[in-house]
């Protein structure tokens, strides 16, 4: 943590209550408005096909066939 993030932090926990719902709903609304959720998107397509392009077929592992691995070993 930088020392900017823990001295916000220490300022925030000197505000009373109405206060640091304010900063909180501030903080909220500035990082719902910079997310870009197609950027993301985007980012995750792409991600996803450099590794589909660097590893074979068997290489690659789903989800679900991580769940059914554990419940084998679990059985």
Not at 12 to 29: D, M, P, S, W, Y
């Amino acid at each position: 943590m930088s020392a900017a993030e823990r001295e916000i932090i220490e300022k925030f926990h000197l505000l009373e209550g109405i206060a640091k719902q304010r900063v909180l709903n501030t903080l909220i609304a500035d990082l719902q408005a910079t997310f870009n959720y197609d950027d993301w998107w985007a980012q995750v397509d792409a991600l996803q096909m450099r590794m589909k392009k660097h590893l074979t077929e068997s290489e690659m592992v789903g989800a679900l066939s991580l769940l059914d691995e554990l419940r084998e070993e679990e059985s």
